[in-house]
């Protein structure tokens, strides 16, 4: 299972690839295909000069999370799709707060994206309970925020490798603690989650 993610991802991408997808199943003329593509524009104009600590560009990352919805789980919904292209967005680029989220995007895009953001570090200084906070509204959170969660955390965990010994660690225990629960619960991706996190221990210094 986790070696298709894998190969999907290993793909050679680039907009018309993606958006080739798109185009099986919803026409360009279509308002939610245009969607999409409002929010692949924004998101890769916002990330343009941005890296992740991995090395990659960060787009790829959003990308990806897309790539793991269209080609994987089979997601056909747009709003989910657009809120996987732009989910780290009002978290990271501050000229896109929730409330242009949802000028652009409409009230369900901005209710996903708004459980998908960490609550702001002026409200929560600490970063310890910030994350706190965050993991407490998984609870509330409606089914459609993990099909769009997971995957994210899934590729994060792919894509990690060169990171830390120490920050490896940290994101399989917040793995285990607050993600698995809900992916079991949910039946989503919990088995890829399992044997990435596998792979990322047996590689682990003892």
């Not at 897309?66 to 709003?79: A, K």
């Not at 652009?104 to 929560?124: N, Q």
């Not at 994101?171 to 285990?176: F, H, V």
Request: hydrophobic fraction near 35%.
């Amino acid at each position: 299972m986790l070696e298709k993610v894998k190969l999907i991802l290993k793909a050679s991408e680039n907009r018309e690839t993606f958006f080739r997808r798109i185009a099986s199943f919803l026409p360009p003329m279509d308002p939610r295909y245009q969607m999409i593509e409002k929010a692949y524009s924004y998101a890769k104009d916002a990330f343009r000069n941005k890296k992740r600590s991995t090395g990659e560009r960060y787009f790829e990352h959003l990308r990806a999370v897309d790539l793991i919805l269209l080609d994987y789980l089979r997601v056909r919904n747009y709003i989910l799709l657009t809120s996987g292209l732009f989910h780290d967005t009002p978290e990271d680029i501050s000229s896109w707060p929730i409330s242009r989220v949802r000028l652009e995007f409409g009230d369900e895009v901005a209710l996903l994206l708004d459980y998908l953001s960490k609550p702001s570090k002026k409200d929560y200084p600490s970063n310890e309970e910030r994350l706190k906070v965050y993991h407490d509204r998984f609870k509330n959170a409606p089914r459609e925020f993990f099909l769009v969660k997971l995957p994210d955390r899934l590729h994060n965990l792919l894509s990690m490798w060169s990171l830390s010994p120490e920050k490896i660690a940290f994101k399989i225990e917040e793995t285990e603690r607050y993600y698995l629960p809900y992916a079991e619960e949910h039946q989503i991706l919990i088995h890829e989650l399992e044997e990435a996190i596998k792979e990322l221990k047996g590689q682990k210094p003892s």
